[in-house]
């Protein structure tokens, strides 16, 4: 065993809230500190004068009595640590942890007995419970009855507001009266703040920012009152926890800081800082109300007599001496602006941030100061709307974000030099500011054959809106103009089964339907794939070539891939994402790396030379294909006047129908309306087949639907040509085309103008 011992699960009691702290025990000192607050009671091991071990509904309980009567209480310890305790106890603090028995029969009837600043209530001489009387806020007596009233911590889950003594009269002895012998008890003990008596001292019309006005400061043996017009505030010693003299960043102004706990209140407001203004050139001289003995005897000579200067230093002194604190001074920080300063905003209020020596400070409306030892993180981001100043923004442990806006940029390099200095780890939140590494992703990086679900799912939805867009731009150039009323006409002239024009617009009223469905489906597939507004389109990644080299792995996942089998059997059940944070600490302890570092060195060469000698196939396969280009550009040519050969006698055919009436057709739309479909020349095969198959009403029926299915737009394969060559060679003769049925109407004169026509060739 040492010379110290340290807990840093224990927790003490303030005003009926369990504060967590840090509990350590020296061979001459005892410390404990207190988390929330940062608080440290301190005192030296021989003003301890007795230790008990008490048992608590939750653990154990050390109860340390000084011998000036203070009791301090430390809770949360287990049962198994008073052994240990209580031989340490027992070498250093010359006494022993003596175990105390807790009654628990439930009485409320028993013997008040006060020990310290305690009130111990005892049934059949065991402690029922105590009562630590600086609780106390108020007590009144009546005839058998002491009232207690007690002060209310805001943090507390459960307050104890009241509690009430009934206190018999006895004939012992009539002169005592044992009420008012409890009361005066109470009184002695209690936190009772009493203006009794002249003040030490007095400062009028003090300038306040928190609470806001101008009150007049009177200074008391144990406490400080502020009178102003509308409040009077009492604050007591006990609850001030720091001291803070800050300069204004005009140089002509000065703060001082009075950190409260618990905070003083006004209706609902509270108010845990206190802060006047002074300026700098504002004098004015003192005489305090005490004698020269009562100075150096209860001040150790921090106080004289009768005292001049700056206003602001006169009254940091008394307080400082009073209150028994430091004051907080700002450190070594010196922003750009030569100040100590940095002008910033929190939230909607304008103010000062004060970077000090062990936290922040920021003056004045919220006041906020932040230490580091509850900083988990700050960030620098981004001001959101504009780009002359950034934003601070500091974590606490417990998840609170202060965020410090509008700071300019100016300021930057000398803020982040501090906190760089301080040791406080700077993060980056939302894609701003720095970057922590990522061992995930890392590791993700080099399994390049592995297979990505998501990613493909994202190719996927890529290509499919690629397309989608290609289809639009084909649909709209490839769209064939149809007059409106002319689609039966042309059924009737060119068509083998044209029976009559209604069937032909019920067959055109299909196909149009058809496009319409297209066109919806279109639709509705595009409007799942719009983009954002603001957004770029995605281009099209190249796929990537499975030939090409790997990218060299680093040392540190060369050791990882050894590794990492090890770390898992450590760690059973561990995740992917908890071996990397742990292969990340152990590479970090790792201090000699030369044997990864020359691994990743010739992993490098193998892959600098691998790279080129694929750069170099890349190179010969790209002349080889540019060659078979240049081959295949003179075969594709001869195409050409085959095509123009096959639409020789389709011009010859339409022409010959100019000057036909009614059912006159010109030369544009019908050579446009031909274009939209495959067949452009099996009008002429029709003409034939009508005429011979005049009297076969259902080979019609078929026959018509085949040709509309044939009709739909498609484009050309090899074997379509080579039916349209096969076409061409098989032209219906002159008297092919002419030997058509006669019918009625304006048909049969365009068709005998036709005939007329040709005899006349």
């Known amino acids: 065993m040492g010379d110290f011992l340290e807990y840093p699960d224990v927790v003490q009691e303030v005003r009926g809230s369990m504060n967590p702290g840090r509990l ?53 310890f287990k049962e198994s640590e008073y052994e240990k305790l209580s031989s340490f106890i027992s070498k250093y603090y010359d006494t022993d942890l003596s175990k105390v028995d807790i009654s628990v029969r439930g009485w409320n009837w028993g013997v008040a007995d006060f020990v310290g600043n305690s009130l111990d209530f005892l049934v059949n001489d065991k402690l029922a419970f105590e009562i630590p009387l600086t609780n106390v806020s108020h007590t009144t007596a009546s005839k058998n009855e002491v009232t207690l009233e007690f002060h209310q911590n805001d943090d507390a889950a ?180 030569g100040t100590h300063a940095v002008g910033c905003s929190f939230k909607a209020a304008t103010g000062f941030l004060y970077p000090l020596e062990r936290g922040f400070m920021f003056v004045h409306k919220p006041p906020i100061h932040v230490r580091f030892d509850e900083v988990a993180n700050v960030n620098f981001a981004r001001s959101a709307g504009s780009t002359r100043s950034f934003d601070f923004e500091v974590e606490t442990k417990s998840g609170t974000v202060y965020t410090f806006v509008s700071i300019e940029k100016e300021e930057y390099t000398k803020l982040y030099d501090f906190v760089s200095n301080k040791g406080l780890r700077v993060k980056n939140i939302g894609g701003k500011g720095f970057k922590e590494t990522n061992y995930e992703e890392m590791l993700d990086s080099g399994e390049e054959d592995d297979h990505d679900a998501y990613l493909e799912r994202m190719k996927a939805e890529g290509k499919e809106r690629d397309e989608d867009d290609e289809d639009s731009d084909s649909d709209s150039e ?59 389109k ?26 990492r089998e090890r770390i898992k059997e450590e760690n059973p059940g561990i995740s992917i994402i908890d071996v990397s944070k742990k292969a990340g600490e152990q590479w970090k302890t790792v201090t000699d790396k030369s044997k990864w570092d020359k691994l990743a060195v010739v992993a490098k060469e193998e892959y600098t030379k691998a790279m080129a000698e694929y750069k170099e196939q890349q190179q010969a396969a790209g002349q080889d294909e540019g060659d078979d280009d240049e081959e295949e550009e003179p075969k594709r040519k001869p195409k050409s006047p085959k095509k123009s050969l096959t639409k020789s006698p389709k011009k010859s055919a ?47 029926k078929k026959k018509r639907e085949d040709d509309d299915d044939d009709e739909k737009p498609l484009k050309k394969t090899k074997k379509r040509e080579e039916e349209d060559e096969e076409e061409e060679d098989g032209l219906p003769s002159d008297e092919e085309i002419l030997s058509t049925p006669p019918s009625s109407g304006a048909d049969s004169g365009s068709e005998e103008e036709d005939e007329e026509d040709e005899d006349d060739d």
Request: net charge neutral; proline share 5%; charged share 35%.
């Open 158 to 337: 459960v307050s104890l507001m009241e509690l009430r003594f009934h206190i018999p009269s006895t004939d012992k002895d009539p002169e005592k009266d044992p009420v008012q012998e409890f009361h005066t008890n109470v009184l002695d003990k209690a936190d009772i703040i009493q203006a009794t008596g002249e003040s030490i001292a007095t400062f009028e019309e003090i300038q306040c920012l928190t609470p806001r006005g101008r009150y007049d400061i009177k200074i008391y043996p144990s406490f400080l009152q502020l009178h102003g017009k509308t409040f009077d505030y009492k604050i007591p010693y006990a609850t001030v926890l720091r001291l803070f003299l800050l300069p204004h960043k005009d140089h002509r102004q000065m703060f001082f800081v009075v950190s409260l706990d618990p905070p003083i209140k006004q209706g609902g407001t509270r108010y845990p800082f206190l802060i006047l203004l002074f300026n700098k050139e504002e004098e004015t001289t003192l005489e305090i109300g005490l004698s020269e003995a009562d100075l150096q005897e209860k001040y150790d000579g921090k106080l004289s007599k009768e005292m001049s200067g700056p206003l602001y230093e006169i009254i940091s002194k008394v307080m400082k001496a009073l209150v028994n604190r430091k004051i907080t001074v700002p450190g070594s920080f010196i922003g750009h602006s």
């Open 24 to 76: 350590k025990l020296q061979s001459n000192t005892v410390i404990f500190k207190n988390i929330k607050t940062g608080k440290v009671d301190q005192f030296q091991s021989s003003d301890v004068e007795t230790a008990n071990w008490l048992l608590r509904a939750r653990g154990h309980c050390l109860k340390l009595k000084l011998k000036n009567g203070t009791i301090h209480r430390y809770d949360g």
């Open 654 to 700: 339409t022409e010959s129908k100019a000057g036909a009436g009614g059912d006159y057709k010109s030369k544009e739309f019908i050579s446009s309306s031909e274009s939209s479909g495959d067949d452009d020349e099996k009008p002429l095969k029709k003409k034939k087949k009508r005429a011979e198959d005049e009297d076969k009403p259902l080979k019609k």
């Open 538 to 563: 995605r281009k099209k990644k190249d796929k990537k070539d499975p030939n090409m080299p790997k990218r060299p792995q680093s040392a540190y996942f060369l050791w990882l891939n050894e590794n």
């Open 478 to 536: 490839d769209e064939d103009f149809v007059a409106e009323g002319s689609g039966s006409d042309v059924a009737e002239e060119y068509d083998t089964d044209a029976a009559t024009s209604e069937s032909d617009s019920d067959g055109s009223g299909g196909d149009n339907e058809e496009k319409k469905k297209k066109k919806e489906k279109h639709k509705k597939e595009k409007t799942k794939t719009v983009r954002e507004p603001g957004t770029r």
